[in-house]
């Protein structure tokens, strides 16, 4: 094409787009408009694409280069609060994709490795370029940090704490990545620690950062786990389990903590209960994913854990994400050459959505404090 993106001269007369610009109206976002959070087409098989494939026509479209925007993260947080997300109709995949979610154990032992080869085997020059030298691939704490370190240093130490962490204890750490957390609480706190992972790239780099400690990296299954344990903690793994698997993964928790533990979830959620994840996060992101609910959550402890505590900051991770999007863009030159420019785009895209989503207070994260029998006269815990 001639001009960087479609003139509306070519495409006033496009019945999809005028649908596509109506539902637009709505959230005050133009087609080839002026402002960062306007979107500039440059194919017009663009309108059609969207309605026909929803969600994932949109991410795909984008990864294509059919459309961009300066602000992909406002433009989300704008489509979220004018509940745009809810406007177009199911495709009948979609549907048939729920349906199997209902149905079919998605996040099943031989499924569970699915998301460890897709997305954390990436490469670790990838994450080692855009996160904390603690490698936290999660939320931040802002309260009083300025900068990245310590907004994940606030989150390790606030976690630590929380836990009520001793010398001698044994922490069990589901879903430890890279080991960041592990390696904070055997330093600082004088626990022993075993993590699990089913990354193969985050158990190396782990191994390496935790060699001199006493922490254990293991590949394998939470389900295989059978040990007795201080404390557990989970952060960012929940989100992988899946509803056909959430009553197993808190009898899995229950049978490895001692009656006297403690027990601290750290997931994204969803504001509703859902089966299933969205399209186009689901094929690029993270396959067999789901965010659960505090619906989801409270109905598979309840007969196993008193819920002690709930702490919900999921704006801060607003903050996390678009950090990270900084530094990916900044030091993208460093990895070019073994990822091609639409996977740029996918990350680009991915980065700025769950921002987006998380500005609009459409998703949220929380730390759930549990323990077996109830903490007599209570737990107190930092904010």
Known sequence: MSSPCVEDITIQNNPWYRIISELLQKADIEINGSRPFDI???????????????????GE????????????????????RAGLDKSIPNRFKDLLRIAGARLFNRQSKRRSWMVGKKHYDLGNDLFNLILDPYMQYSCGY????????????????MICEKL?????????????????????AAQNYGVSVQGVTISKEQQKLAQQRCGELDVEILLQDYRDLHNQYDRIVSVGMFEHVGPKNYQTYFNVVSRNLKPNGLFLLHTIGSKQTMDNVDPWINKYIFPNGCLPSIANIAQTSERLFVMEDLHNFGADYDRTLMIWYKRFMQGWNQIADRYDERFKRMFCYY??????????????????MFSPKGVEGGLRVPR
């Open 61 to 80: 479209s984008y990864m294509d280069g059919w459309w961009s925007c300066q602000r992909l993260d406002i433009f989300f947080q704008r489509i979220l």
């Open 142 to 157: 802002w309260k009083e940090a300025e900068t990245l370190e310590q907004a994940q240093q606030a989150k390790l130490k």
């Open 164 to 184: 009520q962490l001793k010398p001698g204890m044994k922490l069990l750490d589901i879903g430890c990545g890279w080991g960041g957390l592990s390696a904070y």
């Open 351 to 368: 980065l700025n959505a769950c921002a987006g989503a998380f500005r609009a207070r459409d998703i949220q994260l929380w730390q759930i």
């Open 40 to 58: 500039e087409v440059h194919n017009p098989q663009f309108f059609k694409r969207v309605l026909q494939q929803g969600s994932l026509g949109l």
